[in-house]
């Protein structure tokens, strides 16, 4: 049975994207009176990428615990060995395809320019996304300054 639109259950997150983005002109074209609520929302947004900041430093530690707890659990450790070699090489052969030859074609297509050199100005929040291997938009914080510092990219675009 294939399910119908409003069958659906969760969050609307389409019409979430589309209010703030009605919200954020609605702001703009107030004016003075808009500028309030923008500074909030500007000071609500340094403020939650302080605190994903703080959790993404303690998230290793609990990992480590978890995987920790996991392993102490398991008979076999020869198994849990190889297949656990077997995974981590075909996710960083993944990665290697994916990140390194598909995506740098697909920017050098659509810019003209030398992806490696845009990529090397990022290491420090990839390296930090890769060490950590949590969503991207945790480490959305490193990311957004890099881009703005060392690519200068303008803020209200990164």
Known sequence: QVPVGTDIRG?????????????GVAL?????????????????????????????WYVP???MFLVGSKIVEME???????????YIFASILG???HGGIILPLIYFAATRQNPYLMGLSEHPG???????????????????KCIEENNGVDKRIS
Do not use: Q, Y
């Open 61 to 63: 530690i609990g990992i």
């Open 126 to 144: 990839a390296l930090f996304h890769f060490s950590c291997s949590v969503s991207s938009s945790a480490t959305l914080p490193s990311m957004i």
């Open 76 to 86: 076999d450790i020869v198994l849990l060995v190889t297949s656990l070699g077997k």
């Open 95 to 97: 990665h290697v395809i």
């Open 28 to 56: 703009k074209k107030l004016g003075p009176e808009g500028e309030d609520l923008i500074r909030f929302f500007n000071s609500f947004n340094e403020a939650t990428m302080v605190l994903v900041t703080w959790i993404m």
């Open 11 to 23: 969050m609307n997150i389409l019409g979430l994207v589309l209010f703030a983005l009605v919200l």
